[in-house]
Nanobody, 127 residues
């Protein structure tokens, strides 16, 4: 049974940095594409970033490009989201998600493609 557990959320001020982690168990981690999504109350989940199984390819939402970096450690079954220059609009619950990679280097922005999800971690950015 796959399990994804996010950590690292918290309350920070505008301009601060934060690193989220997602610990994954129960699946062949390096064969899975990973992603981060975020959700605010009353809205659907929005794509943040995705990384291929081997870590070679990544994509980002325009709203976070240049400020957020997604990475992974396949030896430790961890995926990270490094967030810098945080803004109040980044306030959300952040979720990590995984799906078996369709081919080497595959990434996906599509929420419906992802099969396994964590429980989320709250990030609050105060102005």
């Amino acid at each position: 049974q796959a399990q994804l557990v996010e950590s690292g959320g918290g309350t920070v001020q505008t301009g601060a940095s934060l690193r989220l982690s997602c610990a994954v168990s129960g699946l062949a981690f390096s064969r899975y594409t990973m992603a981060w999504f975020r959700q605010t109350p009353g809205k659907g989940r929005d794509f943040v970033g995705t990384i291929s199984g081997g870590g070679r390819n990544s994509e980002y939402a325009d709203s976070v490009k240049g400020r957020f970096t997604i990475s992974r450690d396949n030896d430790k079954n961890l995926v990270y989201l490094e967030m810098s220059d945080l803004k109040p609009d980044d306030t959300a619950v952040y979720y990590c998600a995984s799906v078996r990679s369709r081919y080497s280097g595959w990434t996906s922005r599509v929420q419906g493609n992802y099969v396994y999800w964590g429980q989320g971690t709250q990030v609050t950015v105060s102005s």
